[in-house]
């Protein structure tokens, strides 16, 4: 079945400091590519679509210039977390497309000091 | 947009019982149904899935209902086992939504001995 990995599967940080998270498809190319946040005892939240090759479209209420997605190939996005404070602390989810299938990453743990 | 309500919000049952998670959604332009099983700490994991054109789909002790006109869909795991202890969620493609997903809210499954 396809895979999809995320790196790191956990990272704490200082506050004001910045966080990759990057998101692959092992086993097979995704034009699109999404990433969510969780919080704990919730569902997902979808955060933005990243489109390989043009820039990633955000949800509503979602800052593009703090979580800063980029889709350079087909198989990786990555997603960074600019100048983190606490309130960004969550579990950070990124499914790839196969189809019309969405295959999720096993997440990231983003803790915020 | 699509709305996707899920229920029950918590279900107990004991070992070798039936589970069953109801979902109903709002857009009847939906077309694509999956169901992802998430354990404590890692990612959603799809464990089945249904297209409209389909009234129902099973895959071992896993099943799946859509009634397109009450626009409703449903889980079923029969005999169920500890390791079915998760948190399950359903989502809904919209057709022509650029492959987003709507998500319920989940449900926790605990399956006792």
């Known amino acids: 079945g396809a895979v999809v990995s995320q790196h790191p599967s956990w990272v704490i940080c200082k506050s004001g400091t910045s966080v990759k998270i990057e998101c692959r498809s092992l086993d097979f190319q995704a034009t699109t590519m999404f990433w969510y946040r969780q919080f704990p005892k919730q569902s997902l939240m979808l955060m933005a679509t990243?489109?390989?090759?043009?820039?990633?479209?955000?949800e509503q209420g979602v800052e593009k210039d703090k979580f800063l997605i980029n889709h350079a190939s087909l198989t990786l996005s990555t997603l960074t977390v600019t100048s983190a404070h606490p309130e960004d602390s969550s579990f950070y989810i990124c499914s790839a497309v196969e189809g019309s299938t969405q295959y999720f990453g096993p997440g990231t743990r983003l803790t915020v000091l | 947009g699509e709305n996707v309500e899920q229920h029950p919000s918590t279900l107990s049952v004991q070992e070798g019982d039936s589970a069953v998670i109801k979902c109903t959604y709002s857009?009847?332009?939906?077309?694509?149904f999956p169901w992802y099983k998430q354990e404590l700490g890692k990612g959603p994991q799809l464990i089945i899935d249904i297209r409209s054109n389909v009234g129902e789909k099973k895959d071992q002790r896993i099943a799946v209902t859509l009634n397109k006109t009450a626009k409703h869909f449903s889980l079923h795991i029969t005999e169920t086992q500890p390791e079915d202890s998760a948190v399950y969620f359903c989502a809904a493609l919209l057709t022509g939504g650029g492959n987003k997903l709507t998500f319920g809210t989940g449900t926790q499954l605990k399956v006792e001995l």
């Open positions: 857009d009847s332009a939906s077309n694509y």
């Open positions: 990243s489109n390989e090759g043009s820039k990633a479209t955000y």
